[in-house]
């Protein structure tokens, strides 16, 4: 599957890859600095974004649609960076792919099972009849019942654009595949175990404030990814570029740069 993706700077390649829900843009303001030092490649994975939808969503082709960018462009000496689902996707390439990651850097997320994480947004996007709704107000007074968190919904909101419906007429829809992922979301809590380890150099970040990432997690991190270290980032929850952007650029500089 060819992705859609943004390019921008010189140097060597920086991968970066979002979460569930998430889209390229999200990596805007981080993706320039990054690229006064690196070529920077932010992704749109499958079913989100301006990449393609499928019915088939899982780790395994996702790592393959990565794989086949990194092909396309001729890519090598690569640094792979994703945030939460992109963070498992980043883990399923370089465990699977090791020649194709050089240096790998998982956002706040680790190789195990997440029992119910999204379910209540997906429950609340599944609310939104997009044949009724007129606007963008009517998509945020309608998740507001089941969603409280301001920036969670404006995160979720920038997925949704006016299409062209067919017949001349333009109607709101979600950039995300929000069918597809409705139905395949256990597959995306699902772990991203390998039967070996991966000696792929490695740093997961986590925020201070994140459950994503607990003290438990860290043994099996190291299990799985021996030369690995974890950076925890002050004051930040699951986003942690966001919440701490300029804590993530030094982070991710030291790591890499």
């Given amino acids: 599957m060819k992705l859609f993706f943004r390019k921008s700077g010189n140097g060597r390649p920086l991968v970066i890859m979002h979460g569930l829900f998430g889209i390229s843009d999200n990596w805007a303001g981080l993706a320039k600095q990054w690229s006064e030092n690196f070529t920077v490649y932010a992704l749109d994975l499958r079913n989100h974004g301006q990449s393609p939808h499928s019915e088939e969503w899982n780790y395994a082709g996702m790592?393959?649609?990565v794989l086949e960018f990194l092909g396309d462009e001729k890519l090598n000496?690569?640094?792979?960076l994703g945030h939460s689902m992109g963070g498992k996707v980043a883990m399923k390439l370089a465990i699977e792919y090791p020649m194709a990651v050089?240096?790998?850097i998982v956002s706040d997320i680790a190789p195990r099972r997440y029992a119910s994480q999204n379910k209540?947004?997906?429950a609340a996007l599944l609310k939104v009849d997009l044949s009724v709704i007129q606007s963008r107000k009517d998509a945020?007074?309608?998740l507001k019942h089941d969603l409280h968190d301001a920036g969670t919904l404006q995160f979720?909101?920038?997925n949704l654009f006016w299409k062209d419906d067919g017949s001349g007429e333009k109607r709101l829809a979600w950039r995300f595949n929000l069918d597809v992922i409705s139905r395949n979301l256990d597959e995306i809590l699902a772990p991203t175990l390998p039967e070996s380890t991966c000696e792929t150099e490695s740093l997961f970040l986590?925020?201070?404030k994140s459950p994503y990432i607990l003290e438990e997690?860290?043994?099996e991190i190291a299990l799985v990814f021996p030369n690995s270290s974890i950076v925890t980032i002050e004051n930040a929850g699951h986003w942690v570029h966001a919440d701490q952007p300029a804590a993530m650029y030094e982070a991710v500089m030291t790591f890499a740069g």
Wanted: hydrophobic share 45%; proline share 0%.
């Fill in 63 to 65: 790592a393959e649609d």
């Fill in 77 to 80: 000496n690569v640094t792979i």
């Fill in 102 to 104: 050089s240096k790998l």
């Fill in 120 to 122: 209540d947004v997906v």
């Fill in 140 to 142: 945020e007074s309608i």
């Fill in 156 to 158: 979720l909101l920038k």
């Fill in 206 to 208: 986590r925020g201070s």
């Fill in 217 to 219: 997690d860290a043994l």
